[in-house]
């Protein structure tokens, strides 16, 4: 158990449609990273906050978005769902910002749109 | 394009044998992750590589890093099945920004 939680374990929603998921940090963890893993793309860094505050960008969609609120907790959020979007979503935590230090993967979020 | 790339892709191989699992990049970094993954399961960090001529080392699995030749290599020592799973490299790349991409994996078998 690497501290990390994300809610919900399954997702199952229809194209077109928004969901929301929610990754919380390891205790004194300031950063959150998100990432999409699917069969097509492999593993892909989509983004990172530190401290509340949008750190780095990696190749996440217009259509999606993320925060992190004072609490560190972190949310993604996935709107006008297409059946591409169908993959696993991992957030992980790390204890600062810089890119030296080890990340904490939460077990995932499995995404289906239909 | 930036790129990263593992090979082999899957390797099987027999308990007691030594392997090596290569990962290139395309891009100048300095900073690398290793990563493993069971089937069905989350990303496990392994080895944090931050320099040039970086080495660790953790039970059978060794981590090295040569960014003169944007190669890292994950050697096995003495196979055992317990290490059956998928790695993963990632490299950071800074463009102004950090930026994580990870390599294609290599899903490994260890056959009894």
């Known amino acids: 158990d690497s501290g990390v939680t994300q809610t919900p374990k399954h997702l199952i929603t229809a194209t077109g449609q928004r969901v929301t998921l929610r990754c919380s940090p390891r205790s004194g963890d300031l950063s959150v990273y998100w990432y999409q893993q699917s069969l097509d793309q492999g593993l892909q860094f989509l983004i990172q906050?530190?401290?509340?505050?949008?750190?780095a960008k990696g190749n996440i969609l217009e259509r999606f978005s993320a925060q992190q609120f004072p609490d560190l907790h972190s949310e993604l959020n996935l709107s006008s769902l297409e059946l591409g979007d169908s993959a696993l979503y991992f957030c992980?935590?790390?204890?600062?910002?810089?890119?030296?230090?080890?990340?904490?993967f939460g077990p995932g979020t499995r995404l289906t749109v239909l | 394009e930036l790129k990263v790339e593992q090979n082999p892709l899957f390797l099987s191989m027999q308990e007691g044998k030594n392997y090596t699992i290569y990962c290139n990049y395309s891009t100048t970094s300095d900073r690398l992750y290793w990563y493993r993954q069971d089937p069905g399961k989350s990303l496990e960090s392994l080895f944090v590589l931050l320099s040039n001529g970086a080495v660790k080392q953790e039970g059978r699995l060794m981590a090295s890093l040569d960014t003169k030749a944007r190669l890292s290599t994950l050697h096995i020592t003495a196979a055992v099945h317990d290490l059956s799973a998928t790695y993963f490299c990632?490299?950071?790349?800074?463009?102004?920004?950090?930026?994580?991409?990870f390599g294609t994996g290599t899903r490994l078998k260890v056959l009894a």
């Open positions: 906050y530190y401290n509340g505050e949008e750190r």
């Open positions: 990632a490299v950071v790349v800074a463009s102004g920004t950090y930026k994580y991409i």
């Open positions: 992980a935590s790390s204890v600062a910002q810089g890119a030296v230090y080890e990340q904490f």
